[in-house]
């Protein structure tokens, strides 16, 4: 089964939109609420990171008995150094989003610490791509 | 305890979302960072903060926490407000600050 959402950039009223959708889709597929838990702060995570910082982009979910894997594609600017992007604390986030408490360089960490597999490629000015892994044991 | 059991004893206003208001609280998170509270507060907790724009209620209902209470006297956006009374969580005021509310919340629910 796959999933698709649009991420609007810039618009803040909107984010955790596609989060919400995917939860209860996750919900009414009674996966395991504590593994619900922990797709969906990498899932929040991802989508604010794409309404902050890139020019809009897509998140494609797909579920199989097996996992949930969820790609977090955006157009641009890209991380120029993604080792340094994953330490916590740094952001590149701007003064207005972190008033509202965003940008506190905890975001990828939160992913990290919640997926079973996070996978970051990046181009300078073409892109950003993150692949999220969370495995479903079997039931 | 549930939200509702918490209001007169914090002295609380409820700003709406009063749906939420039966939800049972199993602790509290003060933070104002929201991927703090994202990657740390578990569901049940009443999250005390100064932020009052509908971001919260998104991590709030996303992270299932019972309650908001806004400190300071602060009021919440039109927006989190209406976003509040769609998801059922209730939004509640101090005007205290944060130190206080999350003392007597923490006594309240430890003693």
Not at chain 1, 81 to 97: C, E, F, R
Not at chain 2, 28 to 46: E, F, I, N, Q, R
Request: hydrophobic fraction near 40%; glycine fraction near 10%.
């Amino acid at each position: 089964m796959q999933f698709e959402y649009s991420i609007e950039a810039g618009n803040f009223t909107k984010a955790g939109d596609a989060s919400s959708s995917f939860k209860k889709i996750l919900k009414q597929l009674n996966v395991d609420p504590q593994i619900i838990k922990r797709i969906v702060v990498s899932l929040y995570e991802g989508e604010v990171n794409i309404v902050a910082h890139a020019n809009g982009g897509k998140v494609i979910c797909e579920v199989d008995p097996s996992r949930v894997y969820i790609q977090l594609i955006d157009k641009g600017p890209g991380i120029p150094d993604i080792p340094k992007a994953m330490q916590a604390g740094y952001s590149t986030a701007s003064a207005k989003v972190r008033e509202m408490g965003f940008g506190a360089g905890m975001g990828l960490q939160n992913i990290k610490n919640n997926a079973d597999e996070l996978i970051i490629n990046s181009e300078v000015g073409v892109g950003t791509k993150l692949e999220i892994i969370v495995n479903l044991p079997h039931s | 305890m549930q939200v509702k059991d918490i209001i007169s004893i914090l002295d609380l206003k409820i700003f709406g979302g009063n749906q939420g208001l039966e939800r049972e609280i199993s602790g509290g998170y003060t933070s104002d960072l929201l991927s703090d509270v994202m990657g740390h507060a578990d569901s049940g907790k009443v999250w005390i903060t100064l932020q009052t724009h509908k971001n919260v209620i998104a991590i709030a209902s996303l992270k299932e926490l019972a309650a908001v209470i806004l400190i300071k006297g602060l009021e919440p956006d039109a927006d989190m407000l209406a976003q509040a009374e769609e998801e059922g969580i209730a939004v509640l005021g101090s005007n205290e600050q944060a130190f206080e509310v999350t003392g007597k919340l923490f006594n309240l629910l430890t003693r």
